[in-house]
């Protein structure tokens, strides 16, 4: 062997070990990084992590390692955020650090041409967070509050009149109020289609079939390996499916809705809705960010609101003595000639409180939207690399039993006894708690919140105020059909899985007051019904 083919072969055996050692190292946890679950070669914890309720995996972890966990997902380093306080360090104090999005391959360079307000990166979100505090800001949505009761009026007419429906109908308000706000339009039912072709349904159609694909598992792991990009279309299904929902997402947010409001614009014509001036203002880069700002509105308003309706009758049905109790200070307050309204809410300690609960207690996003580091953090002698997916596990910090009573019991009058519904001679420090981890944290926090907390506060309220709440019985059997407390389907939105029950009105005085306030608001929202086709 002459000297050159030596040299070669050494060089050729040194690249293959250093390889070798290298993918033995993939995978494996380093020990300055948080404590977590054993990993395996390669693949990390990949297998470890459950496709469905990885929330309640987390926690179960959190109690044998700590509260600050990671996990190794081949190279890559996730950190799941267990208690109050490393959020509210690590993602509140330190959001500098931590108000990224991992990339998502498919999102940017398939659907949204990275333009989706909630999986930008950190500095993109800083001119799309601008834009949406013109319509969002806690300043602006006292303005919305005749559209939410008018609204809400209507919601409790409907369940009224078609209470097996009432799964469809707190959809139908959720989008609604957003459709309204950002378009300056309202819909009355859930599948009918307005002059453009809009519907509520058709819309949660897309947005789920949206969520569903940037799940783990609907399209191979392209932001780890980067190489099944160039997998040709013949052989890659997910190319065909993202690029289908490519077009009816564009169709949807930029030819239907963006569309119907330039062309308004260019008639000169006006209904003074958000996106009017978010064309006007010009502030978003081009079209398609315009769409997806408008879009965007409706997916992250929809979805979430209407979840946590549909949580809060899961809670009523679950717990008719706390609905009692609600009742009884509503018809204190309230009495039965007028149904309640947001300013009532200030004497309805009961009320805000069941709504807290019901928000601490099955927690719509339970593992958050996750962040990533953008610079290296340390977290008590734990190093934090940058580039670390940073997951917030809501629900294990509205669960923690170092912090809550019994926190699996759906208790309102916990945040009675404590602000932040705490132990007894735990502090109501702003900085140790607060009761809107549900909302996200740091820089990316909810832009919806204070719209999001009023709709919601209003909605309880007047379907407390209106209706009891019962298992169903069975017309068969003659039993009650039993409902579980736990029974939510998958995804980073979660809400009950349909489920069968009882909502009955109060009483005669309630259902006249109903149908008399509905007459009241119906001019006030004809004014949204323009475009509407019949
Ligand atoms: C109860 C209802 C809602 C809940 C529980 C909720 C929760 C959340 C959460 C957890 C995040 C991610 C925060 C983070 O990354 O830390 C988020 C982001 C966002 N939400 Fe909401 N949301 C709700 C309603 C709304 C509504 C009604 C709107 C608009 C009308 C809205 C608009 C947004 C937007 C635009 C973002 C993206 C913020 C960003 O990434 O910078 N949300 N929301």
Sequence with gaps: ????????????????????????????????LPPGPPTRPVVGNLFDIPPRYAHLKFTEWSKQYGPVISCKLFGSTMVVLNDAGSVMELMDKRSGSSSDRAPSYINSEFISANNHPLLV??????LMRKIYNTALAQRRVPDYLPLQNAESV????????????????????????????????????????DAIGFSVEHFYHVAHAFNFFLEVGAAPPLDMFPILKYVPAAFAEWKGQAIKLRQQMQQLYHTMLLGEVKERLQKSQSYGCWMESVIQRNEASDDMMKAWVGGGMMEAGSDTTSSVLLTFVLAAV??????????????????????PKFEDLESLPYCRAFVL????????????????????????????????????NTWAVLHDPAMHDDPELFMPE???????????????????????FGYGAGRRICLGLYFAENTIKVMVAKMLWAFNFGLKIDTKTGKPIPVRDDDFHPGHITAPEPFKCSITPRGDAYTRTIEEELKEVTPMLAQYERGISA
């Design 318 to 339: 679950l717990h008719p003595e706390k609905v009692s109790k609600a009742q009884a200070e509503l018809d204190a307050v309230v009495g039965s000639d007028r149904s």
């Design 357 to 392: 609960e019901v928000m601490r207690w099955r927690p719509i996003l339970p593992a958050g939207v996750p962040h990533m580091t953008s610079k290296d953090e340390m977290y008590n002698g734990m190093l934090i690399p940058a580039g670390t997916v940073l997951v917030q």
């Design 154 to 193: 209507v919601t409790m007419r409907n369940i009224l009149h078609d209470p097996e429906n009432f799964y469809e109908e707190l959809r139908r308000i959720s989008c609604s109020l957003a459709l309204t706000i950002a378009f300056g339009k309202r819909a009355p039912t859930f599948s009918g289609k």
């Design 414 to 436: 916990r945040f009675l006894e404590h602000k932040y519904g705490l132990k007894k001679g735990l502090p109501e420090d702003p900085a140790t708690f607060r009761n809107t």
């Design 121 to 126: 990166g950190a500095s993109r979100s800083v």
């Design 1 to 32: 062997m002459s000297l050159i083919s030596t040299v070669i072969y050494a060089a050729i055996v040194v690249v293959a070990l250093v390889g070798a050692y290298r993918l033995s190292q993939t995978g494996k946890r380093d020990k300055v």
